[in-house]
């Protein structure tokens, strides 16, 4: 099985090697300039729903989880993000307050970026703009997807379509098959699909039984990638 490039160096054209007088590689220096990194633990919450949007956080190294809580307490995870990505751009461009949480899943290495220092930038530079641009596309890439998976498949099948979502970022070749990298547990699966974890649970039990999903220590592998995508619509 081939080895994917990562989405964003999937778009690198080569008439945007650079932009103007930019080149496309030191983007995110030319946003981070001047601002130190600072070292976060797991578990932090960078922002609450409800904030002001005052920084814009440039993920360098870990794993961001955005999610929504409801008023009935009920949560639901929007998206994970790695490195070398902004955290709440949105707001801070277009204004008002936060309408999702952002919290670190893993030890993380960031920048904080003021609000109106992240503007200034984007309007400065074109090609700051235009991987601005790429990152809101592919978040729009995401969301859609989560809405077709959502209104069509079944519970199963939205169980296999995370697995295979998440086997592309956080996975290591095996075989026919794919190792995932990062954790997961079967209230963290639940959050994601908006569903209980009893349910996850029992899809999860059913594909181990299929010889579809395989636990090893704390990482599942996924035996058969092939195979577990001809389940996608069972």
Known sequence: ??????????????????????????????????????????GTVFYQQGDPA??????????????????SGKKRVLCL?????PVGEDECLFGGPREYRAVAVTACQIFRIPAEVFKRRAEASPALALKLFQISARKSQVLGRMLIRDSFLSVRGRV?????????????EEG????????????????????????????????SREGLLKKTRQHYLLPDRAALEAQLHT
């Not at 005052?54 to 008023?71: A, D, K, M, N, Y």
């Not at 993000?81 to 990505?85: H, N, S």
């Open 176 to 207: 026919a098959g794919v190792r995932l990298t990062i954790r997961l547990t079967h209230q963290e699966v639940a959050d994601f699909l908006g569903i209980s974890r009893v349910v996850v649970s029992q899809c999860f039990q059913s594909l």
């Open 160 to 172: 296999i379509q995370f697995l295979l979502s998440v086997s592309e970022p956080y996975g290591t």
């Open 1 to 42: 099985m081939e080895k994917e490039l990562r989405w964003e160096k999937q778009w690198i054209p080569e008439h945007l090697s650079a932009v103007g007088n930019e080149p496309w590689d030191t983007v995110w220096d030319r946003l981070t300039d001047g601002f130190r990194p600072e070292t976060v633990p797991a």
């Open 54 to 71: 005052r920084e814009v956080i440039f993920l360098q190294t870990g794993q961001i989880r955005v999610e929504c809580i409801h008023s």
């Open 81 to 85: 993000l790695f490195e070398g990505i």
